[in-house]
């Protein structure tokens, strides 16, 4: 008998100071990372083809729900580039509450191809992901609409049906750190 009483004692102590009950826990917010960095792979969609880009890009946060940044791509399937400036909207801000976040891409940049050159108009939607709580990197998913102002310039040399081709679709696909 007295050892029942005893265990109960132990019992009720020990749940009277456990901590694992309390409901007013909150957790301790952060911010989202003020700077982020990393390497993407694109594809381009266009007329008459893919091309294949790789590059390397960085982001700045301004506040909770916009961002900045820049990028530098190489076209690995011909002679080519694309260099410039992007914003981000991210309606929720929360990267490390959610471990994901959406965002609207737009972008104004200069692509080159061959020996043809134009400004590049973009607008998409992507999702920065974490792979867990408190990681040190992520991945970026990113689709868009791409628009160039020169007729031809996703042209391939001796395509004559598709000279007028300037848009393309845009798949980002990349490994970001904070």
Same mark, same amino acid.
């Given at each position: 008998?007295?050892?029942?009483?005893?265990?109960?004692?132990?019992?009720?102590?020990?749940?009277?100071?456990? $901590?694992?009950?309390?409901? $007013?826990? %909150?957790?301790?917010?952060?911010?989202?990372?003020?700077?982020?960095?990393?390497? +993407?792979?694109?594809?381009?969609?266009?007329? $008459?083809?893919?091309? *294949?880009?790789?590059?390397? +890009?960085?982001?700045?946060? =301004? +506040?909770?729900?916009?961002?900045?940044?820049?990028?530098?791509?190489? $076209?690995?399937?011909?002679?080519?580039? %694309?260099? !410039?400036?992007?914003?981000?909207?991210?309606?929720?801000?929360?990267?490390? +509450?959610?471990?994901?976040?959406?965002?609207? *891409?737009?972008? /104004?940049?200069? =692509?080159? /191809?061959?020996?043809?050159?134009?400004?590049?108009?973009?607008?998409?939607?992507?999702?920065?992901?974490?792979?867990?709580?408190?990681?040190?990197?992520?991945?970026? %998913?990113?689709? !868009?609409?791409?628009?160039?102002?020169?007729?031809? =310039?996703?042209?391939?040399?001796?395509?004559?049906?598709?000279?007028?081709?300037?848009?393309?679709?845009? /798949?980002? =696909?990349? %490994?970001?750190?904070?």
């Amino acid at each position: 008998m007295f050892f029942r009483i005893l265990a109960a004692i132990l019992l009720f102590l020990s749940v009277s100071y456990a $901590d694992f009950l309390s409901l $007013d826990i %909150v957790e301790k917010e952060e911010p989202p990372p003020f700077f982020v960095y990393g390497a +993407n792979y694109s594809g381009r969609f266009f007329a $008459d083809g893919i091309d *294949h880009f790789g590059g390397l +890009n960085a982001r700045l946060r =301004i +506040n909770k729900n916009w961002a900045v940044g820049a990028r530098a791509q190489v $076209d690995l399937s011909r002679d080519g580039f %694309v260099a !410039g400036a992007f914003g981000h909207y991210l309606p929720t801000g929360e990267l490390f +509450n959610e471990s994901a976040e959406n965002f609207v *891409h737009f972008a /104004i940049d200069y =692509i080159k /191809i061959n020996d043809e050159n134009s400004p590049l108009f973009s607008l998409g939607y992507g999702r920065d992901m974490l792979p867990w709580k408190k990681s040190p990197f992520g991945f970026r %998913v990113l689709g !868009g609409l791409e628009y160039a102002p020169v007729k031809g =310039i996703f042209m391939r040399k001796g395509e004559w049906f598709f000279k007028l081709a300037n848009m393309a679709f845009m /798949i980002e =696909i990349g %490994v970001f750190l904070l």
